[in-house]
Each structure stands twice: as structure tokens, then as C-alpha cells.
């Protein structure tokens, strides 16, 4: 036998048990063949690339499969995740911007965007102008993180700002405005509440906004240290645990614990038992639910003295952190009253201080959100 057989039939005799048969196959082969030695290089050339193959396919047999990205499942598109590298790319992803955004507590504010909303001069743009004119909170868009529902909304933010995630869904297009109580509405808000639930199983602390909500004000000083979730709302009776306030899932502070894992998973889970509500109106009979009290989640309601909005405005402009476009339906009127709302906000700067304290200046909205 050649040097070249004796190398052959011993590489093939070195993957071994498994691969004992194949090597004397190989080695019958390589005989036979030495008779014909116009024809050996080939032969040999084919079999060693035979060998290669065989032996990375035994090797990857033994490779373990990642489980890091168990939660991911449910809010990546599945055509994307067509093995496990992909899935740990998505992963690594999002972590990255979080992480980038991320205060020292691990708190990011978060909020999502759709191609409606990102059009120049539309919502996102008020949005970010409220952070940049607020009292204290132009230093909070370097932990705000843009969720991008579409490819068109995440092209955009890309232009506007340091964070942004692309989070689309194959099969699901979110980049018209989604009208209130529309079924792609009610997907819109659902896959909101399961992206949180990653966020939080990833151990981030967030607060959730609305991008028609105009940031006034740092919020953080008005947050309840104790509570694990607290949301604001369209009424509030008083108390900030009192479970007959009427929360509004578009502004909310929610800390990452168990707990709140456990409740994200409820809440999601809950859409099946109420179809055809949104996430607010679930939030708002699941509240009264025992899960929550074996679960053992403390929730706060916040005031709308500091967190108000077009359903019950803040009445002083020197502690108003936040004002929602709520109780308004349609993307015109949403805009002209959120002009309106920074242009009362401007206004309300540029008085003598002494004027700002008599407390005597109020909004102009709602105007076409009435």
C-alpha cells in the first residue's frame, strides 16, 4: 500500500468505532483502485472530503444546544429564528442596547414606536422635545430605549437618537396607525406587554411611556420606593392603594423581581381568558384578581397631580412630571393638542418666577381631544 493509502485508511480508522465499517470500506476502495492510478488522486480526494464531513457531523452530534434564550420565543418572528445562533444574536442584541441605556440600578425607559408615529414632525418628535425642554429630564434620553415596531419606525429613530431596538414581527404589520380597539390595536398592545416581560426576565427595571406623552419633569423623586409595580392613571380617587383608580398601561415604573415577572406572565396570559380586550381593560379586572395577592405584587397608583394627562390634567405646572394624550382618539387631534401642551409648557418657562408660583397659569388642552 502507498503512503497515501496507509494516511487515508488511518484517518478514517482514527474516528473510531462509529466509523470503523466506513474506514474499511475506504480502505477496499483504495485497493481496488491501485490498479488504475490515473484515477487515485480523485478517488482519494473524495473520500478524505468524505472523511471531513463525517467526522464535523459526528463532532457538532455531541455540541449542546443553548436554552439562554428561552423567553425570546414569543416576541422574535419565527422565520428569524430558524437555529440557535440566530436566537443568541437577537438575545445579545437587545441586552447591548439595554445595557448602553441602562442606569446604574439597571433602569432603562422604554418606549415603542410604529411608522405612524415616527413620521417627521409627528408624535416621536414631541416626544423628544419634551425631554430636551423639561425640567431635569434631557439627561434621561441617554437611558431611553425606542422599541421599533417596524422597519420604517426603526430607520427613523436611527436619525433621531443613540438607542434603538428593531423589534418586528414576521406576518404582523404594525406601521399605520393602529386605531383604538382595531385587532392590529389589540396586537400592538399585547406584544407590548410581552416585551416587557422579556425585559424584566432579563433583569432591567423599566418605565414604560406612551410616546404622546410629554415629559415635563424628572419623574423619579414621585416614584414609590416600595412598590414593585406603579402605573398612572385616567382617574384617581385619592389614595395611591386604592384598586378602584382607573390605571392607564401607558406610563408605568415596574421593578424586576419575581413578583413582577410572575405578574407580566398573568397579565399576558389573561388576554385568552378576556379576548377582545386591550391590555388595560384586562389590567383593570385582573386587579381585583386573588393571583395577585398570592403573588404578592405591590402596586401603587400614581397621582395625576404629578402624572396627569387629557382625561385629568395635573392642575400645577411646578410639579407636573408627565401629561398623556389620553382620552383622545386619532393621530391629527393627538398632535395638535400636544403642540398645544408644549406650547402651554414654553409659555409657562418663560414667566417670572413669582408669576409661576401663584399658581394662577393652566392648559389650553384638550382642544381637539374634547
Known amino acids: 500500500m502507498s503512503r497515501r493509502q496507509r494516511a487515508v485508511t488511518a484517518a478514517a480508522a482514527g474516528r473510531g468505532r462509529d466509523s470503523f465499517g466506513f474506514a474499511n470500506m475506504m480502505h477496499q476502495v483504495l485497493t481496488e483502485s491501485a490498479a488504475r492510478p490515473r484515477a487515485l488522486f480523485s478517488v482519494a480526494s473524495i473520500l478524505l472530503t468524505c472523511i471531513l464531513v463525517y467526522g464535523v457531523a459526528d463532532t457538532l452530534r455531541f455540541l449542546p444546544l443553548s436554552n439562554s434564550f428561552s423567553s425570546f420565543p ?3 418572528p419565527s422565520s428569524a429564528l430558524d437555529n440557535d445562533s440566530l436566537q443568541v444574536s437577537e438575545e445579545n442584541r437587545l441586552e447591548t442596547v439595554l445595557n448602553n441605556a441602562a442606569m446604574q440600578d439597571r ?3 422604554l418606549t415603542t414606536l410604529n411608522e405612524a408615529w415616527a ?8 416626544f423628544l422635545e ?3 425642554i423639561g425640567d431635569g429630564t434631557r439627561k434621561l434620553l441617554n437611558h431611553l430605549v425606542i422599541i421599533a415596531l417596524d422597519q420604517k419606525a426603526f430607520e427613523r429613530c436611527l436619525t433621531l437618537h443613540r438607542h434603538c431596538f428593531a423589534l418586528i414581527t414576521d406576518g404582523v404589520d404594525f406601521h399605520q396607525e393602529a386605531y383604538f380597539m382595531t385587532p392590529q390595536y389589540l396586537k400592538m398592545m399585547w406584544k407590548r406587554i410581552d416585551f416587557l416581560r422579556t425585559v424584566l426576565e432579563m433583569g432591567y427595571n423599566f418605565i414604560f411611556t406612551d410616546a404622546d406623552i410629554m415629559w415635563f ?3 423619579f423623586p414621585r416614584f414609590y420606593p416600595d412598590a414593585d409595580f406603579q402605573v398612572a392613571c385616567d382617574h384617581f380617587l385619592g389614595s395611591p392603594d386604592d384598586v378602584q383608580n382607573r390605571p392607564n398601561g401607558g406610563f408605568n415604573h415596574v421593578k424586576s423581581n419575581n413578583r413582577s415577572i410572575e405578574f407580566y ?3 399576558y396570559a389573561s388576554r385568552e381568558t378576556y379576548p377582545g380586550y386591550h391590555d388595560q381593560d384586562v389590567l383593570n379586572i385582573i386587579k381585583f384578581d386573588p393571583s395577585i395577592m398570592d403573588i404578592g405584587l405591590k402596586i401603587k ?5 404629578y402624572f396627569g394627562g387629557l382625561c385629568e390634567p395635573s392642575e400645577d405646572f411646578n410639579v407636573v412630571c408627565t401629561m398623556h394624550a ?4 386619532g393621530l391629527n387631534s393627538k398632535l395638535i393638542d400636544l403642540r398645544i401642551m408644549l406650547q402651554d409648557w414654553k409659555y409657562f418657562l418663560s414667566l417670572p418666577l413669582t408669576l409661576k408660583k401663584s399658581a394662577m397659569f393652566s392648559w389650553t388642552v384638550p382642544e381637539n381631544c374634547r
Not at 389620553?326 to 382618539?329: K, S
Request: glycine content about 0%; charged content about 20%; proline content about 6%.
Open 74 to 76: 414569543s416576541i422574535f
Open 107 to 109: 433602569t432603562v425607559i
Open 119 to 126: 413620521a417627521p414632525d409627528s408624535v416621536i418628535d414631541l
Open 130 to 132: 419634551s425631554f430636551r
Open 217 to 219: 419633569r424628572d419623574p
Open 265 to 267: 406572565r398573568f397579565w
Open 301 to 305: 397608583f400614581l397621582d395625576t397631580a
Open 326 to 329: 389620553n382620552c383622545c382618539y
